[in-house]
């Protein structure tokens, strides 16, 4: 059942470019450069005069829904918010009929994002779902939305479902680009012809499988660990730490990356590791100062860089290469790394990867 690997994380970690193609074949069309989702187009006049998106779930499916948000008003320019359901709930929050909702959740019980949807729902929202599992309670709750196509995911810690949610909400935010004319023809076909390459591009960042664990063998007894990313990488980065400390119960934070100077800067010593998210972007020059910052102080560096990188590479402790892809795409692979470097740590420390101490795999109590 697990498919020869050790652990359903891995395999689930393994199975990401499989995930990923399913969750956007029948959708994307690059030839006839369209993008079909039967769930968006039932409903585009509802997104198109909404005045913003307001993006609902927990934890992964959170930092899900924080990339989304980077996405969807980069190529929309829609505003979005991205809100814990927990937090939502119980705020009172200003929403009405304009506003559309988009819940995100793998197992579809969680029961905080439930109650968001019905609560947005009662106030007269139009709430979309992003779920995993078919026939779930939150695709049977909301108005309308779109399955990802990861297959089951059985290990607690989310790996497959992330990636394939982004892919989803990639696909939305394309979709809605276009409507709305916030993007050129031609952008929009380069998009959809790059995120074609993601499956391919995801195997070959798999390839860092071995010297990954080299990695986690140096860092296996650290105590903290810190995750920095900027733009469409700061989710990453906090879903790095999240995966970390998750499985491996070692301490962890992620940030984004201007962030340090303002306080966390001061936990740098020689016993940190810190991994920074440094691929090639808009913000690569500042993300090569705040690594920088670090190393005057000690800390150890492991650079995620674009593949070919010399800058970082000369001030990192370590790196490991993710191929090039578009900025927006690059979540999906930046990812990868940071789930089999927190995987090989926990399996070296003896803990149980796929079923964690005091988690379960669907949080249906608040
Ligand atoms: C972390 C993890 C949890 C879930 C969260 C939401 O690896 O699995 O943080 O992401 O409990 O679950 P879903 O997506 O099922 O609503």
Known sequence: EKGGYEHFMLKEIYEQPRAILDTFRGRLLSNEAIIKMAGIEDNMKRFLAADRIIIVA?????????????????????????????????RNPVISEKDVVIAISQSGETADTLAAIKLARSKGAFVFGVCNVVGSSIARETDAGAYTHAGPEIGVASTKAFTTQITVLTLIALRLARAKGTISSSEFRQHLIELETIPNKVEEALQSDEAIKVIADIYKDSKNC??????????????????????????????????????PIALIDEQMPVVVIATKTEHYEKVVSNIQEIKSRKGKIIGIVTKGDVSVRELADHVIEVPDTLESLSPLLTTIPLQLLSYHIAVMLGKNVDQPRNLAKSVTVE
């Open 58 to 90: 927990c934890g992964t499916s959170w930092h899900a829904g924080l990339v989304a948000e980077y996405i969807f008003e980069d190529l929309a320019r829609i505003p979005v918010e991205v809100e814990y359901a927990s937090e939502f709930r119980y």
């Open 226 to 263: 810190l995750y920095l990313g900027r733009g469409f990488n700061f989710p990453v980065a906090l879903e790095g730490a999240l995966k970390l400390k998750e499985i491996s119960y070692i301490h962890a934070e992620g940030y984004p990356a201007a962030e340090m100077k303002h306080g």
